[in-house]
């Protein structure tokens, strides 16, 4: 699945194996999952073997001060995973309850009923996303790394320099790859370079275009540049990778 939305998935018990942007993780009692909109998601163990409870919203359904402060624009790349311990399970748990209680029972008006879920959302996401190692250092980020990324995210289809997206935004590329390396444990260059691998191989999996067609739509010349590339940075070629991760033959 490449959804639109977020999804918040819990278990209450059992296990629940699911693959998020081609790495593997495993879900156990009291975890939550966080897929964001544009992932790749699998569900690698039978939905039976779980019990718990999925939360989905757009992009856009939280008001603007819920979005900044749960920094809902947060790279996708970080770990989806996180386990709430003690008052701070509790709230969440308590949180959730409420929610499913809420959103199946109608009382009142439905503008009303609409809105109480909508604020329990809010509730629920921002009690996660600030939970103990949720942000993993995004609030020590740099103003510098944040803008980067934000410009990244908006133009790595267009550029894969450092050297474009250190004179758009006004700061040296030597700035840019000291602020990535602090905060992401990388250079600018790299980050950059994951970012197009990242998508290329949601492409591959997720759509049938062709490597060319997956190539000049992130701005790669032609596609020997775009398969010396993703060789050079997966360890295989386009096609290798979409048989493996998709188990089909194109």
Known sequence: MRLA???LISVRSGVLRCSVDFTEHELTE??????RPGQIHQFRSPLGAAEGAAVLFPPGYLGTATATVARL??????SPLVVPEGADAEAVRGVLDLLESEYRTVSGPLEAHVEVVRHLVAVLVLRLA??????SG???????FRRFQQAVERDYTRSHRVEDYAARLGYSVRTL???????????AKRFIDDRVLLEAKRLLVHTDLSATAIGERLGFPDATVFTKFFRRRAGETPA????????TRH
């Not at 290798?240 to 188990?247: E, H, V």
């Open 5 to 7: 939305f977020h999804q």
């Open 30 to 35: 009291g975890g939550w999952m966080w897929v």
């Open 73 to 78: 624009d947060r790279s996708a790349s970080r």
């Open 130 to 135: 600030h939970l103990p190692g949720a942000q």
């Open 138 to 144: 995004d609030t020590a980020a740099s103003e510098a």
């Open 177 to 187: 790859t000291r602020a990535t390396r602090a905060t992401a444990g990388c250079g």
């Open 240 to 247: 290798g990778f979409r048989i493996r991760a998709s188990g």
